[in-house]
């Protein structure tokens, strides 16, 4: 099991960015990969990003490829999740979430067994 904590959300214009943060504890974190998810207000949860434990391979929902960057500092138990171009449908409660299968990059959140508690973020027209 590995506890989660997201930071770094926000209100934030069209167009701008985030850098969201998961720390994770315990020193097990190669053994997980690591995924983003958001759900908007009234919606379900849906998959944003996933990278696999070696950090080498990643995937992405289609609305976010070429807007958001998931990436992992190992040493420090960091993934994080950076967006750009910012548009007011991107506005949800984000959370992270590890996948105990490390080389798996799966989208869908049954995979995953420990989740953090999320971070808002707004992004206003």
């Known amino acids: 099991q590995v506890q989660l904590v997201e930071s770094g959300g926000g209100l934030v214009q069209a167009g701008g960015s985030l850098r969201l943060s998961c720390a994770a504890s315990g020193r097990t974190f190669r053994s997980y990969a690591m995924g983003w998810f958001r759900q908007a207000p009234g919606k379900l949860r849906e998959f944003v990003a996933v990278?696999?434990?070696?950090?080498?391979?990643?995937y992405y929902e289609d609305s976010v490829k070429g807007r958001f960057t998931i990436s992992r500092d190992n040493a420090k138990n960091v993934v994080y999740l950076q967006m750009t171009s910012l548009k007011p449908e991107d506005t949800a409660v984000y959370y992270c979430?590890?996948?105990?299968?490390?080389?798996?990059?799966?989208?869908?959140?049954?995979?995953?067994?420990?989740w953090g508690q999320g971070t808002q973020v707004t992004v206003s027209s």
């Open positions: 979430a590890a996948d105990s299968i490390p080389y798996r990059t799966r989208t869908n959140p049954t995979y995953y067994n420990d």
């Open positions: 990278i696999d434990f070696s950090g080498q391979n990643t």
